[in-house]
């Protein structure tokens, strides 16, 4: 058993950390400023024993005794970070040097939640760790991109500098119950609106592709990859290599909820990436993981979820 501290735990991945973690024994602290979380996602734990809900802003630098630290504390929807660029690279930096001094003051073990945006518009294709990337640093999604490269580095330095224990994830697109209804990622808007019947909203012509991983699969590796001995720190792929167009990803979607919405073509937001999947070929090496939960199956769960979520809406 440990105490553990969760970043971002009340948001739709730190939930089920915490709830995973919990599960396996230890004591868990889900810190969370709420801003795209909710403390409804974590209602559940609140009775749990070894469980504490602590409402904090990450780039306040908090005092807080644990042995490991998950970094997963930032706005992580491009409806989110697009309109607010200074909040977002303020919690990716900012919360990266706090979490890290943390993790130096504790002697704590400190993974960061980095993400497949770190490739940009990939040239590459599947990308793997080795490939540095293709970001625009001035465009709208730069402050989430270069906030999350930037925290790379700094964990990194810390490491090599301060002799900090840290690990490195980079998370490729997540879905599962309890995104928020108005999250604004793919999966969670084509459901809440093949549920509700509204227009399926596609940005550009429907042949951008991505690879989605359902989020059990995701905290299993993340989880793996905490395990792992201190002189394995990564950067280490976390996704499903099963790629879709977003078209068929709609299609499939208004199939599996028998819905009657039709599907509207809207302008394409500027530097969306064209293509991305992972390379897992690491992860499969070093974590023994891989993803078990394909689309198909991976959907009918969210779909229920969001079915239940709508009538509380
Ligand atoms: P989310 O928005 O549901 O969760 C983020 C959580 O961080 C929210 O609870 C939010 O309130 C909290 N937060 C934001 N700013 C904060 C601050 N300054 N101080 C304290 N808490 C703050 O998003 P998510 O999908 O659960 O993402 C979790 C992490 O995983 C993020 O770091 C994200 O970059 C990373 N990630 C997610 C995906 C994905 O597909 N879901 C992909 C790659 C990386
Ligand atoms: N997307 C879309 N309609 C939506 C939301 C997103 O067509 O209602 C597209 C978006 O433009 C992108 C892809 O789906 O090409 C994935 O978007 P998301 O925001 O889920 O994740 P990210 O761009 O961060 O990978």
Known sequence: MKRILVTGGAGFIGSHLCERLLDYGNEVICLDNFFTGSKIN????????????????????????????????????????????????????????????????????????????????????????????????LGPRSCYDEGKRCAETLFMNYHTEEKVRIKIIRIFNTYGPRMSTNDGRVVSN????????????????????RSFQYVDDLIDGIIR?????????????????????????????IEMT??????????IFEDDPRRRQPDITLAEKVLGWSPVINLNDG???????????????
């Not at 802003?57 to 200074?86: F, K, Q, V, W």
């Not at 084509?190 to 429907?206: E, K």
């Not at 028998?258 to 302008?267: F, H």
């Open 190 to 209: 084509f459901i809440v609106q093949a549920l509700r019947g509204d227009n399926i909203t596609i940005f550009g012509d429907g042949n951008i592709t």
């Open 299 to 313: 959907l009918i769960k969210t779909i229920d979820y969001f079915k239940k979520a709508l009538t509380f809406d």
């Open 42 to 137: 974590v209602s559940h734990l609140s009775e749990r024993q070894g469980f504490t809900l602590m409402e904090c802003d990450i780039t306040e630098r908090p005092d807080i005794e644990c042995e490991e630290i998950y970094n997963l504390a930032c706005p992580a929807s491009p409806l989110h970070y697009r309109n607010n660029g200074i909040i977002t690279i303020k919690t990716a930096v900012i919360g990266a040097i706090n979490t890290l001094e943390l993790a130096k003051t504790n002697n704590a073990r400190i993974l960061q939640a980095s993400t497949s945006e770190i490739y940009g518009d990939p040239q590459v294709h599947p990308q793997n760790e080795s490939y540095w990337g293709n970001v625009n640093t």
């Open 225 to 253: 990859m905490m395990q792992t001995p201190d002189d394995f720190i990564g950067p280490v792929n976390i996704g499903n290599p099963e790629e879709i167009k977003i078209i068929d990803l709609a299609k499939k979607i």
């Open 258 to 267: 028998g819905s009657s919405s039709r599907i509207v073509y809207l302008p």
